[in-house]
């Protein structure tokens, strides 16, 4: 059974950093590319970010390039999103994928498996 576990969530002030990472088992994670995507109130899910399965190439969702890092740990099984400057504006449920392509996409229906997602909330 895939499951793909984000944690790392919580509340931040404007400014400040969070690190999100996303666990993942069952699956060869290796042979995944691996994205991160979020939904904020009212809208419809956003793609932030992907990279690909060995982790030498990303790519990043428009105004978020210099924040946001995707990282990937193959050994581990687990990928992370570091975010920095936070704003409000990104305050969502952020959410873990699993796509069976090299890269990755910004697209959700490129994404095979899903995780459950963990809330971020920046305050102002």
């Known amino acids: 059974q895939v499951r793909l576990v984000e944690s790392g969530g919580g509340l931040v002030q404007a400014g400040g950093s969070l690190r999100l990472s996303c666990a993942a088992s069952g699956l060869t994670f290796s042979d995944f590319a691996m994205g991160w995507f979020r939904q904020a109130p009212g809208k419809e899910r956003e793609f932030v970010g992907r990279i690909s399965r060995n982790g030498m190439t990303t790519f990043y969702g428009d105004s978020l390039k210099g924040r946001f890092t995707l990282s990937r740990d193959n050994a581990k099984n687990t990928l992370f999103l570091q975010m920095n400057s936070l704003k409000s504006e990104d305050t969502a449920v952020y959410y873990c994928?699993?796509?069976?392509?090299?890269?990755?996409?910004?697209?959700?229906?490129?994404?095979?498996?899903w995780g459950q997602g963990t809330q971020v909330t920046v305050s102002s």
């Open positions: 994928g699993a796509s069976p392509t090299w890269y990755g996409s910004s697209n959700q229906r490129d994404y095979r498996y």
